[in-house]
């Protein structure tokens, strides 16, 4: 890793300054070459933080008996109802309908 990088943020922040660099294009080219050899490595650190951070997450989840939200919950709709309750057996054996 290079000791250059100080962290996440902040690479990515040079990232940036250094595409917004390069696409306006009036660079020589051996700064151009320089700028994105530098680029590259801010990529790759970056990429590398974040399957780290991934990892942590999906350890986190497995001992914590987490799982991912289901796909059809909204995430901006409050839920307002309760979950339906249980039927008790005498319920069930009179066939009586859930509340």
């Not at 996440?8 to 595409?19: D, H, K, M």
């Not at 020589?28 to 801010?42: A, N």
């Not at 497995?62 to 319920?91: F, I």
């Amino acid at each position: 890793m290079d000791s250059t990088i100080k962290d996440f943020e902040a690479a990515i922040t040079e990232l940036e300054t250094i595409v917004k660099k390069l696409e306006e294009g009036d660079l020589p080219l051996e700064t151009s070459l320089q700028l994105y050899e530098r680029g590259v490595q801010l990529s790759r650190f970056c990429h590398a933080q974040l399957e780290q951070a991934e990892r942590r997450i999906e350890i986190l989840n497995e001992r914590g008996g987490l799982s991912p939200a289901p796909a059809n919950l909204a995430a901006d709709e409050p839920s307002t109802s309760s979950p339906p309750r249980p039927q008790s057996r005498n319920e069930e054996s009179e066939g009586r309908p859930r509340r």
